[in-house]
T-cell receptor
């Protein structure tokens, strides 16, 4: 079955850039998402990229997709303490509502 | 535009009981998906409904069921609750499924004692 892997923890200083990585096994995924989850909350959609794209930029967020290596990354520029949360990558294919999630990366931002 | 709403937000049930959770999608969205989130297993897909039909199903036992109404609101039911069913249950809505963005509700925290 499809497998999505993320590193579990990342710590950065406020103002630095954060890069959260995700690798996957199934190359048939059409849509690749990044979600943010704060304590006690649901999932907030941050951004997504189609599999036919290499990069997408949205304000402080940059998503890079390397299809050959099956690697997805999320870069957060000028990281703020409010960015502290768990970040999930998720993959989906076709026109169904099934997403496969990574285990999440906890981002800690130190002042 | 109002977001995805889930009720109730918190539930405490006893083993053997059953529970019904509700999800109201964003207005105009026709697809509702349900996920279970636990510390051990992470986020796992339960099922997806589109236009009142179950379109996709995850690997959960038959105790987990759902339905969708004509106004796209969805309910999921868990019968004969087990301790391992304690989790955060999240629903997500989208216009048609993965052809557009999926937006999640705040979740229902279910505790089984």
């Amino acid at each position: 079955g499809e497998d999505v892997e993320q590193s579990l923890f990342l710590s950065v200083r406020e103002g630095d850039s954060s890069v959260i990585n995700c690798t996957y096994t199934d190359s048939s995924s059409t849509y690749l998402y990044w979600y943010k989850q704060e304590p006690g909350a649901g999932l907030q959609l941050l951004t997504y990229i189609f599999s036919n794209m290499d990069m997408k930029q949205d304000q402080r967020l940059t998503v890079l997709l390397n299809k050959k290596d099956k690697h997805l990354s999320l870069r957060i520029a000028d990281t703020q303490t409010g960015d502290s949360a768990i970040y999930f990558c998720a993959l989906g294919s076709g026109n169904t509502g099934k997403l496969i999630f990574g285990q999440g990366t906890t981002l800690q931002v130190k002042p | 535009k109002a977001g995805v709403t889930q009720t109730p937000r918190y539930l405490i049930k006893t083993r053997g009981q059953q529970v019904t959770l509700s999800c109201s999608p964003i207005s105009g969205h026709r697809s509702v998906s349900w996920y279970q989130q636990t510390p051990g297993q992470g986020l796992q897909f339960l099922f997806e409904y589109f236009s009142e039909t179950q379109r996709n199903k995850g690997n959960f036992p038959g105790r987990f069921s759902g339905r969708q109404f004509s106004n796209s609101r969805s309910e999921m039911n868990v019968s004969t609750l087990e301790l391992g069913d304690s989790a955060l249950y999240l629903c997500a809505s989208s216009l048609q499924g993965l052809s557009s963005e999926q937006y999640f509700g705040p979740g229902t925290r279910l505790t089984v004692t």
